[in-house]
């Protein structure tokens, strides 16, 4: 079901259901009669305008691109992945702000994320409201878009947690004119996560294994969600310090069970197969945001509007904006041993592939002799380095500010710009390729990072060695003069049993989930999950700031886990929220 299908015009969405700009304010745009509010016309409207926010998009807000269902400025530039890029420090300055860890509550884009996270939520509760008024002579498949509705809301659920913690709950029991009466802190993080998990259990005894619409969530989609969920949840923090305390070995082992009932998945046999359009729904994609091109509506089309401003810039064939650009530090996190395996302590080694620019089109890359795993040319574009497919340079000036960023650009999520299946024009490299929420690479790690804490060992690495044998197997990128040769020392190695501990592997895991999902929107709440966010980001800035001048004096303070609460919000709730720890209070 990609997006010409399961979206509906923003017309008909608001003519059912509709948000303010304070918070979730329903206000009928007509008098609807209980007939036709129950008919299954009515009911496919409902459920297909909550699948549409899955885009980012609703009509109550705009500027997708500064509140990305991707997360690509909340989970990597606040991370030790990326960069804001763009135009210099001021350009986006809410987003610089995150990538300093300087946040305050009347951040804008924080105010715009929460509020439209609680617009999608308002689609499911809509749709879910009408739903339980209707029966199941009414409506045949009932059950099933409860059920649907339900894995929706989850997940917008589960980003509010992951993002600002403390959240109000209200579901589809609720009346709108109440919602301002619920305080943010009267569920804990363990009770919010504990109930998005049973959502998803529960949905995924109603939902068929697999749905005819490609899209449609099915029970595979709602299990996978589920560990998820679970995995999170089995990280018991501390609520003032947001410190690990404990680890609850019965949810990992839910996680496991849930993983296991997860069929009719597999890795894609090479990883730069997952930017390619053609795989987008394919053997590895669990759960994807589905965009589309050319498909009769504005703007050419439902694309990726949260990518918006990420395609390369400079003097690329892209032609964009240019935001988004891979850190240093984790070009030099791909480094590798004698073994192939990475080297933990890259942070004591130099610079790895230093460019010194010469002219636009001059650049040369020093300590190059180092091996690398070859998927830093799968996700990072490097100068002199080829660029996907694309036959008439290697990727070069491709950053705006290159004397603020740095030299480097993102390859993950972008078509090679001479494909078919990319737009030419603005919006700068759009093309119909789907957003992957869940991969069935991430059930592999999730289900070896369980699996570890278990003391299960040997399962855990075999399933690690599994992604690592992938990325081993992928064609390699080729040097750009030469395609005989490789463009880089690549040399990617699997675990062996020897030496292979707990502490080892807990080590081993979290860095496979750095290289295999890098700029995927999942680093920093991974890093808050295992709880060495501080100390990570801690790391990060003192190795960085001599490259990165405006790290001078970032600093990761206690309590940064999670965003504060927006003030507006605090407003909105006639002064009945609390702000989370580590932040100023509102009284």
């Known amino acids: 079901m990609k997006l010409n299908n399961i979206l509906i015009s923003l017309g008909c969405a608001v003519a059912l259901s509709s948000c303010s700009d304070s918070f979730l304010e329903n206000k009928p745009q007509g008098s609807l009669s ?48 990326a960069y804001k890029g763009g135009g210099g420090e001021g350009d986006c300055y809410d987003i610089h702000q995150m990538e300093t860890f300087d946040m305050q509550a009347n951040n804008g884009n924080l105010d715009g994320k929460w509020f439209n996270l609680y617009s999608q939520i308002s689609r499911t509760t809509t749709a879910l409201k009408v739903l339980d008024k209707c029966t199941d002579e009414q409506i045949p498949n009932r059950k099933i878009r409860i059920a649907e509705m339900k894995v929706l809301r989850a997940h917008f659920y589960f980003e509010l947690v992951r993002l600002f913690n403390q959240i109000p709950y209200m579901d589809e029991t609720i009346e709108t004119v109440d919602y301002p009466y619920f305080t943010n802190n009267e569920f804990s993080r363990d009770q919010h996560l504990g109930r998005i998990a049973s959502d998803l259990v529960e949905a995924a005894s109603i939902l ?36 690990v305390e404990s680890v609850d070995n019965v949810l990992m082992q839910e996680v496991v069970n849930l993983i296991n009932q997860v069929q009719g998945y597999d890795l894609l046999d090479d990883f730069q197969k997952l930017d390619l359009v053609e795989n987008e729904n394919g053997i590895e994609s669990v759960f994807a945001i589905q965009y589309s091109m ?27 904006d240019g935001f988004f650009l891979p850190s240093q530090d984790l070009i030099n996190a791909y480094q590798t041993d004698e073994n192939g395996l990475p080297v933990f302590d890259y942070q004591s080694r130099p610079d790895y592939a230093v460019v010194t620019f010469v002219d636009d089109n001059n650049q040369t890359l020093s300590n190059t002799t180092p091996t690398v795993d070859p998927r830093l040319d799968f996700v990072v574009g490097r100068p002199t380095i080829t660029y996907k497919t694309y036959p008439d340079r290697p990727c070069g000036s491709w950053v705006r500010d290159r004397g603020v960023y740095g030299h480097n650009c993102a390859k993950r999520f972008w078509v090679s710009p001479e494909s078919k299946d990319m737009l030419q024009g603005w919006p700068w490299g759009a093309s119909e390729m789907n957003w992957q929420i869940i991969r069935y690479a991430d059930l592999l790690l999730y289900k070896a990072e369980a699996l570890i804490e278990l003391g299960q060992l040997d399962e855990a690495r075999e399933l690690i060695n599994r992604v690592r044998s992938r990325a081993m197997n992928s064609e390699y990128v080729k040097d750009f003069n030469d395609p005989t040769k490789d463009a880089a020392n690549y040399k990617i190695g699997l675990y062996p049993a020897a030496g292979w501990t707990q502490d080892y592997a807990r080590q081993a895991l979290r860095t496979e989930m750095r290289l295999e999902k890098a700029l995927e929107g999942e680093r ?23 490259n990165r001048i405006y790290y001078q004096n970032a600093k990761f303070d206690d309590g940064e886990e999670y965003f504060p609460i927006p003030v507006a919000q605090y407003n909105f709730s006639q002064g009945i929220y609390v702000q989370n720890p580590g932040y100023p209070s509102f009284k």
């Open 294 to 320: 050319n498909d009769g509506s504005n703007d050419h089309g439902r694309i990726n509007w949260s990518n918006l401003l990420n395609s390369p810039g400079g003097d690329s064939p892209y032609h964009g």
């Open 208 to 243: 068929p294994e697999r749905q005819d619409e490609v899209g449609r969530v099915n029970a595979n989609i709602a299990r996978a969600y589920a560990a998820k969920v679970k995995l999170y949840q089995a990280y018991k923090q501390n609520p003032t310090t947001h410190a």
């Open 34 to 81: 209980e007939g036709v509010m129950t008919s299954p016309e009515a009911v496919d409207l409902l459920v297909n305008a909550a699948y549409a926010t899955l885009s980012g998009w609703t009509n109550e807000c705009g500027d997708v691109w500064l509140k990305p269902t991707t997360n690509w400025s909340f989970g990597e530039v606040r991370s030790d992945n």
């Open 524 to 546: 920093f709440f991974d890093l808050v999950r295992w709880g060495i966010a501080k100390q990570v980001m801690t790391k990060y800035f003192e190795a960085e700031k001599d």
